[in-house]
């Protein structure tokens, strides 16, 4: 079990939760569960989004693993210069 | 493959060293190929017709006069670049901004386009196009246009994040929010409150090579694109897309690249010229004009921003807040979140709030700009944050000290810290002599804080070792600023080799896998990952061959300063086989040696700087002069320190310029006033003093050698730095970007008048 | 329109041309006689990119007509090196880190020469406003100075 | 189009009364291939004058200095002699562009081109330049200042070209100067400007002044008052704080891109008190 902080426009289309508890073991498991249970995540899964698993930003790589207890924060893909 | 990116200490022999550029003779010879640099055999000049309007029905467009010049070899509207989008939002704004379909969003916006045998043929072509125009009311002002009366920019938009679905729809595309705590209960608990409104106006990139690309579309299908670009595989998937083709049909070659900054992510004239050498049947060149450069790419936002921050006596931040309003152009972005994601990324804070709001104007579509959306920010963080530390009567620096985020601290945009830079890069600009040195009358100090994310990402590379022993390095990340020098000292340190003999390029998108681009300061962060990966393979490769020509398990082999190594007593008779050897050898033991990485590189490791500058004011004039200037900043590791320094004094230049006279300027009519580098004005050489620089390298743990981005950070802290210089030499707090010369006097005109 | 037929000497070496009446120099460089070491940033006389020198004279060569050139001497960045020999200031630029993109290179060579031969140990504030008419976004222009300082240095001792 | 060279006035005069479509004349081009590159301008003929016999020398006479339209700014300041009497116009000609343009920009185009903010006229104009223009119906002499009506703008004819200024013979404890404001240190054009020419007896009171502005109104400025205000004071204090007054009040500035009404009337009498000090000094004055 993870605790995933769903974070900016995220929680919007999470009906409004910021934090969900999630049984995953990784990235592909936790977007197949979040996408099931809030479909309206599934086109912003899909356009791309950052993975912060203890603070380290990842990408959405779908083998990471996430460690037991972890802290996973899922952000908005960002632009940069 | 197992390749683990986890940083381990050692030492290193090339990584650190500052040998010369392998392009650099090129560039000095006049030689080096850029976008505008490329001609075809038959080429067509092509040239973009663009709105006089800023915002304007396009009822009619009459291209037949301009079909029947002699000369003239195609014209396009939007009705040659198709609708193939399937829904998606993001490319759709992309194609309505290579052409407009039903409405000219701004003074700029292509709508129509021609192939001519010359230029002056296509000029006059331009000329014959009739465009019917029904001029709509405008709005260039982001406060303005989140008015409720403002003119509708995209009546399909209604805000996005809002806890009601909104009934009208609006200018406003989103509103976001991040941070934690209760600002509230934080603000109760502060003795001191300092509560500002800021504003900055829209900049530029300012490269000086503008868009160019020469595009070649056969009957078949197959196609050649090359092009000035910041990340090839990005334009390859965009055009292709947008017209239509298969993205292995499109081969994109990235010429040198004249400056980017986030200005070249983004494809605009591209898609226009395959479209155009798809309907004439030759190939087309296509350059921007600077005044096209300025009107119609991709600047920076403009941004409307409320600070409050408050603070005990102690100098303990206990709550702060802020509300920004970006500028996204016609379509929707991401500006203002990424503004209140960075925000406040420098401190420790219990309570903290942001709230973004992302705003329609009649401008050219937001693009990246170096650290997007991050300076603004900064900006009125920073001045707010210094004038509250004056309140309570403590040392701006010791301030900033005291409430440094840390590792383990949770960032006001959601994780926590690993080890990061701010606290280190404020201990040395306290220490630093600059803070020390004496200033004149009229002249003040300023310092400032800056942070970005920095990003990773896909990355691809191929590393062949030749016959005779030498090295070609393949990368997919453009090189915009040195990178295929610190790419080539990584691969010579990883195999143990002399820089001279390895060759970096950055090949086209048919000779390599996909890479992203280079934005997010991942150039040297990235491929050098992948550029470590790809050595490690190869050395396997050679380890393996060495263990054929000494006929010994690959096991006993071990890879020791360029040479194998052949391990344990029993082959204590065998000595070293140096890498030349073993290539040499290489048709004989299983053919071509080389080793590949493709990889996503992850853990970019965000970034900190501290700035310092002198200011001398001319209270009469309210005229500027940068007096000093210091960066200091985190790079992890520094692969190849001279570039290093280079992107921290190229981001403060930047930053100089953007404080106190880069704007653009619009007209009442909504037309951009100064598309030029007459009357959008960068900095020019005389009016910068040398920018001095400080590397601090506190190993990234997510990179082999510890390497963190540097390109962008540079260019965060620098509008803040120069606001509180200006505020300490003359007395007046500056909130409007940039500090030109009338801004400034009108501001000590107010002041004296009390 | 009508072309004129131009004769002129390029880093030493005769050339011939017919351009339009109202084509620059620039784009006879660069789409006539394909040398494209000459830059346009901005066709306007503002960044320098496309800097010549034109019988001893610097100049921004989008803002000389192509039928100007007609018995002048015109030295560009392609005649900068001599045979492998790189000119003192391309080896400290090179040396220096002074560029980065490299666009705005070859206008600044030409520059630092044209300023070196007038004024062969400039200060600092000679070197950057004898340079301001050249533009550089990448590097805040601190090693360009650097570099064209020591090469003053080195050619002196020449 | 056709681009011609003539070797003498009379052709390039006679080709220009001539032209039937847009006629420009090319002498540095800085101006006139911005202009053409921007589609505000397509001419039919181009005249190049630098071909013209002494048209592009420098002469100094019994009378003052004779300076040929084709002469680049640059040459200008190479001049020692020209430097010397009139160091405020050589160092406002000095300003126009960077060092590229002072290669080729001229003085007389900067004063046809007919721009509020030409760098070199305020400094002409206070300098009591004359230009000698020829035309069809012959040569005629005026003051500098009567050459541009409006931005933009001359009072030449059709066929008319002005091919030299001239400039007074120095008469003793004399100096002039000019001073711009620009936000950057170089490279852009003057938000505002102003130009000071002064003589004094021996005593060193001021007994002659001219004063100019430049980008304060349509046209480079002479104002008479400022003048008045000068003559007969040592330049104390008092007269400075009267010079800014009045020079802001003559102003009759716009809003535009590069400055405001407000910034350019208050800094236009910040840099006459600057620019009259520097004159004053020049003048032998102290």
């Not at chain 1, 900016?8 to 289309?13: D, K, N, R, T």
């Not at chain 2, 086209?508 to 300061?521: A, E, P, Q, V």
């Not at chain 3, 000679?126 to 003053?152: H, M, P, S, W």
Request: proline share 5%.
């Amino acid at each position: 079990m993870v605790e995933v902080t769903l974070w900016g426009s995220l929680g919007a289309a999470a009906g409004g939760q910021s934090k969900l508890d999630i049984e995953a073991k990784d990235i592909r498991e936790l977007f197949r569960k979040l996408a099931e249970q809030y479909p309206a995540l599934e086109p912003l899964i899909d356009r791309g989004i950052a993975v912060a698993i203890d603070g380290t930003i990842y990408r959405d790589t779908w083998s990471k693993e996430l460690p037991e207890g972890a802290e996973i924060f899922l952000l908005p893909r960002l632009a940069g210069g | 493959m197992n390749f683990d990116p986890r940083y381990s200490n050692r030492s290193f022999s090339s990584v650190g060293t500052r040998p010369i550029r392998p392009d650099g003779v090129d560039k000095v010879t006049g030689r080096a190929r850029y976008g505008a640099d490329f001609n075809m055999a038959g080429q067509l000049v092509g040239r973009i017709l663009r709105s006089p309007h800023a915002h304007a029905v396009i009822k009619k467009i009459d291209t037949s006069k301009a079909e029947k010049l002699a000369g003239v070899k195609a014209v396009i509207t939007a009705k040659d670049l198709p609708d193939l989008t399937d829904g998606d939002a993001a490319m759709y704004d992309i194609l309505d901004n290579c052409m407009a379909r039903k409405k000219a969003l701004y003074d700029g916006h292509a709508v129509a386009a021609v192939a001519a045998i010359d230029a002056r043929t296509a000029r006059q072509a331009l000329k014959l196009i009739e465009v019917d125009y029904e001029v709509l009311p405008h709005v260039t002002d982001v406060d303005e246009a989140m008015k409720h009366h403002a003119p509708l920019i995209n009546d399909a938009i209604f805000t996005e994040g809002l806890e009601e679905k909104p009934v009208k729809p609006s200018n406003v595309t989103k509103r976001t929010q991040y941070g934690h705590g209760d600002v509230h209960q934080g603000f109760a608990q502060a003795d001191f409150v300092v509560e500002r409104s800021f504003k900055t106006e829209q900049t530029h990139q300012g490269y000086i090579e503008p868009h160019a690309c020469v595009a070649s579309v056969n009957p078949d299908g197959t196609a050649e694109l090359w092009v000035c670009t910041q990340g090839h595989f990005v334009y390859r998937q965009h055009c292709a897309q947008l017209l239509g083709m298969e993205a292995s049909k499109l081969r994109v070659t990235s010429s040198e690249i004249g400056g980017g900054f986030g200005g070249k992510t983004h494809v605009w004239a591209e898609p226009v010229a395959l479209a155009l050498s798809r309907k004439a049947g030759r190939p087309v060149k296509l350059v921007m004009t600077r005044e096209e450069v300025f009107r119609a790419s991709g600047p920076t936002s403009a941004t409307s921003i409320d600070v409050k921050i408050g603070a005990k006596k102690d100098g303990t931040i206990t709550a702060a807040e802020a509300t920004l309003r970006y500028s996204c152009g016609p379509y929707a972005g991401m500006w203002a979140e990424i503004g209140a994601m960075t925000a406040f990324a420098c401190y420790k804070l219990e309570n903290v709030k942001t709230v973004g709001y992302e705003v329609l104007v009649n401008r050219p579509k937001t693009a990246a700009y170096r650290a997007p959306s991050a300076p603004m920010a900064a900006f009125a963080v920073e001045s707010a944050v210094d004038e509250l530390a004056k309140e309570i009567g403590m040392d701006p620096v010791d301030f900033r000290i005291k409430n440094a985020a840390q590792e383990g601290t949770r960032a006001s945009y959601g994780p926590v810290y690993g080890p990061i830079g701010i606290g280190p890069t404020l201990e040395a600009v306290k220490n630093h002599p600059h803070m020390k040195a004496p200033l004149g009358l009229n002249q003040g100090r300023g310092m400032a804080c800056g942070f970005w994310f920095n990003f990773g990402g896909q990355t691809c590379t191929d590393l062949n070792i030749g016959m005779d022993g030498s090295v070609s390095l393949a990368v997919g990340t453009v090189d915009v600023g040195g990178s295929r020098a610190s790419l080539s000292l990584v691969a010579a340190e990883e195999l143990g080799i002399d820089y001279s003999h390895v060759k970096a390029i950055v090949a086209d998108t048919s000779s390599l896998g996909y890479n992203d681009m280079t934005d997010g300061s991942r150039g040297t962060f990235s491929s050098s990952m992948a550029t470590i990966s790809a050595a490690r393979n190869a050395i396997k490769v050679l380890r393996e061959r060495a263990a054929q020509m000494w006929d010994i398990g690959v096991d006993d082999v071990a890879w020791e300063k360029g040479h194998a190594v052949a391990k344990g007593e029993k082959h204590g008779n065998l000595g070293k086989l140096s890498l030349k050897e073993i290539a040499a050898a290489s048709g004989k033991t299983g053919g071509p040696i080389a080793g590949h990485s493709e990889l996503v590189a992850d853990g970019a490791g965000v970034s900190f700087a501290t700035h310092i500058c002198d200011i001398e004011v001319d209270p009469e004039t309210g005229s500027t002069r940068v007096l000093r200037y210091t960066v200091v900043q985190d790079a992890g590791k520094a692969v190849h320190p001279t570039y290093v320094e280079g992107q921290y004094q190229g981001g403060a230049a930047q930053g100089i310029g953007w404080a106190l006279n880069e704007e653009y300027i619009y007209g009442k009519d909504g037309r951009l006033q100064n598309p030029g580098f007459l009357d959008y004005r960068i900095p020019v050489c005389s009016d910068l003093p040398m920018i001095d620089t400080q590397i601090l390298e506190i190993p990234n743990p997510n990179h082999p050698y510890g390497v963190r981005g540097v390109g962008e950070t540079s260019i965060v802290p620098p509008l803040a730095a120069i606001a509180n210089a200006v505020s300490n030499a003359v007395g007046v707090r500056m909130s409007h970007i940039p500090m030109s010369p009338p801004r400034i006097l009108a501001a000590l005109e107010a002041e004296r008048e009390g | 329109m009508a072309g004129v037929a131009v004769s002129t000497t390029i880093n030493g070496d005769h050339v011939e041309y017919l351009c339009q009446p109202d084509e620059t120099l620039l784009e006879v460089l660069r789409d006539r006689l394909g040398l494209t070491g000459a830059k346009e940033g901005c066709g306007t006389g503002d960044c320098g990119a496309c800097s010549v020198i034109v019988d001893n004279r610097l100049v921004c060569s989008c803002l000389v007509l192509g039928a100007e050139a007609e018995g002048r001497q015109i030295e560009t960045i392609e005649g900068m090196a001599h045979g492998d020999q790189l000119h003192p200031l391309q080896q400290k630029f090179l040396e220096h880190a002074a560029l980065q993109c490299g666009i705005c290179t070859p206008g600044f060579l030409i520059a630092a020469k044209d300023l070196l031969a007038k004024n062969p140990s400039p200060t600092e504030e000679e070197i950057r406003f004898g340079l301001a008419g050249n533009l550089c976004r990448c590097t805040g222009y601190d090693k360009i100075v650097r570099a064209v300082q020591d090469a003053a240095n080195v050619m002196k001792g020449a | 189009m056709r681009y011609i060279r003539p070797l003498s006035i009379e052709d390039a005069v006679g080709e220009l009364a001539r032209a039937v479509g847009p006629a420009a004349i090319l002498a540095g081009g800085s101006d006139l291939l911005v202009r053409m590159k921007g589609g505000f301008i397509e001419p039919e003929l181009i005249v190049d004058i630098k071909a013209i016999n002494g048209l592009s020398d420098i002469q100094e006479t019994a009378d003052g200095f004779r300076i040929g339209a084709a002469v680049p700014c640059a040459v200008l300041g190479e001049n020692k002699a020209l430097r010397k009497a009139w160091p405020g116009v050589v160092e406002a000609a000095k300003l126009i562009g960077s060092k590229q343009v002072q290669g080729r920009c001229t003085i007389v185009g900067n004063l046809c081109n007919a721009s509020p903010a030409a760098d070199s006229v305020p400094a002409l104009v206070a300098a009591g330049a004359k230009a000698v223009i020829a035309g069809p119906s012959g040569k005629r002499t005026i003051a500098v200042e009567s050459v541009p009506t409006g931005p933009g703008r001359t009072s030449l004819a059709k066929g008319e070209i002005v091919e030299a200024i001239l400039l007074d013979k120095r008469a003793p404890n004399s100096g002039d100067a000019y001073q711009r404001f620009i936000p950057r240190t170089e490279m852009d054009i003057a938000v505002v400007s102003a130009g000071v020419n002064l003589t004094l007896d021996e005593h060193g009171v001021i007994k002659a002044a001219r004063v100019a502005l430049g980008a304060a109104a349509p046209t480079v400025l002479l104002v008479a008052e400022a003048a008045q205000v000068l003559v007969g004071s040592k330049l104390d204090e008092a007269t400075l704080e009267r010079l800014a007054k009045v020079c802001s009040g003559a102003c009759r500035p716009i809003d535009d891109k590069r400055g405001t009404i407000e910034f350019r009337r208050k800094v236009a009498g910040v840099l006459a008190k600057r620019v009259a000090a520097t004159a004053y000094e020049r003048a032998g004055g102290k």
